[in-house]
């Protein structure tokens, strides 16, 4: 299939990309580089022997996304393009909705010019919110908890109306975990700009000797060791689940919301516990108060996904580690280095 693949220079969507290219798909990326770097194209065209076009743009750009669209006429879209941080989310709201919501009207109206009736989006497990019951299932209800969260809760509503507006189109909805890892031949992985808003590209900055110490926000949370409980999922995985649920959308009509995790949880110390012996380095942390807007345990359950999609994630917490490692000691200073 021709896949306009937006944010596909990014963590999770150079990692799909390799696996779109796999499979034999046609794609292309449009990406504004402000999270991301044009290097990552460059590796996941030399690590998959193949060649893609690439566009510069931002999806706010209404004009320029449809003539894109217009001149690529791609048979699906996977939406990765957004603003992604918690925090920063809490601080700048006003721009998470422009850039991640607005943004997706000026998609959406520039695949209704063509008649491209396919999207994969990629949304959140922040959508649920507190847990009333655990593991997280897709029938769990929707109650976002901070900006981020939010504006993909917004676009997933905007996606059911959209989808409600033809039988033929097809949307899947698939919520993440927590990414982590990098591909194992240690050549595209995560790449922060500033300091990392996630868990283990900090971790792995601090095991490089780059930052002196973690800060582990909290640790009176109601859990074993009184740390958060995430869900992590090796991005190769989730890459892997982008490539089936394409597959599904392919074959099917409507909408669907699928959760991409491994279906158990580990506390930010087994974290740090498990990279710490991948890396062979001391991780030296210490503990901040709690952020707001986090919760304390999030696990997703993964039936559907294995039931709808044939995909179930493969890869332990210690490869997580062991290839954020390689990749990080690989390029210390990221794509910049």
Same mark, same amino acid.
């Given at each position: 299939?021709?896949v306009?693949?937006?944010?596909g220079a990014?963590?999770?969507g150079?990692?799909?990309?390799l696996?779109m290219?796999?499979?034999d ?5 449009v990406?504004n580089?402000a999270?991301s ?15 893609f076009?690439?566009?510069?743009a ?5 004009p ?13 879209v996977?939406?990765f393009?957004g ?5 920063e989310s809490?601080?700048?709201p ?5 850039e991640?919501?607005?943004?997706t009207?000026?998609l ?19 959508v ?5 019951y655990?593991p997280f ?5 929707l ?5 981020y %969260? &939010?504006?993909k809760?917004?676009? #997933?509503? @905007?996606?059911r109306?959209w989808? $409600?507006?033809?039988? !033929? ?5 698939l919520?993440?975990f927590?990414?982590?890892?990098a591909?194992i031949?240690g050549?595209?992985?995560?790449d ?6 996630n868990?283990v590209?900090f971790?792995?900055?601090?095991a ?6 973690l800060?582990v ?9 009184g740390t ?11 890459a892997a689940?982008?490539v ?8 099917h009509?409507g909408i ?5 995790g491994t %279906? &158990?949880?580990?506390?930010?110390? #087994?974290v @740090?516990?498990?990279?710490?012996? $991948?890396?062979?380095? !001391?991780?030296p942390y210490?503990?901040a ?5 986090d919760?304390?345990?999030?696990f997703?359950s ?6 709808l999609l044939?995909?179930?994630?493969k890869?332990?917490?210690?490869a997580?580690?062991?290839d954020t490692?390689?990749?990080?000691s690989?390029?210390?200073e990221?794509?910049?280095?």
């Open positions: 299939m021709r306009l693949v937006t944010g990014g963590y999770i150079s990692h799909t990309m696996e290219l796999a499979a798909h046609t794609p292309m990326v990406d580089f999270n770097s044009p290097v990552a194209l460059e590796r996941v065209a030399r690590l998959s022997n193949r060649t076009d690439h566009a510069v931002s999806l706010t750009d209404g320029a996304i449809r003539q894109m669209i217009e001149d690529f006429r791609p048979d699906a996977i939406h393009a603003l992604k941080a918690v925090g809490e601080k700048k006003l721009s998470y909705y422009e991640n919501v607005f943004s009207i000026q959406l109206k520039a695949m209704d010019a063509v008649g491209c009736r396919q999207i994969v989006f990629s949304s959140s497990a922040t649920y919110g507190e847990p009333h655990l299932d897709e029938a769990h209800p109650s976002p908890i901070n900006p %969260g &939010r504006t809760y917004f676009i #997933e509503e @905007i996606l109306d989808a $409600a507006t033809d039988p !033929e189109k097809s949307v899947m909805l919520r993440y927590n990414p982590v890892g591909h031949s050549q595209i992985g995560e922060p700009r500033g300091i990392p808003n868990l590209p971790i792995a900055q601090v490089m000797g780059r930052r002196e110490r800060m926000f909290g640790d009176d949370y109601d859990t074993p060791d958060g409980i995430r869900d992590y999922i090796h991005v190769s995985d989730l689940g982008h089936a649920a394409l597959d599904y959308a392919s074959r009509h669907e919301a699928v959760n991409l %279906g &158990r949880g580990h506390s930010v110390k #087994e @740090i516990t498990a990279f710490a012996k $991948a890396s062979g380095r !001391e991780i210490e503990i108060p709690r952020r707001k807007g919760i304390a345990t999030s997703a993964t039936g559907k996904a294995k039931s044939g995909w179930e994630a890869l332990s917490l210690d997580m580690c062991s490692w390689r990749w990080q690989q390029n210390p990221g794509y910049g280095g």
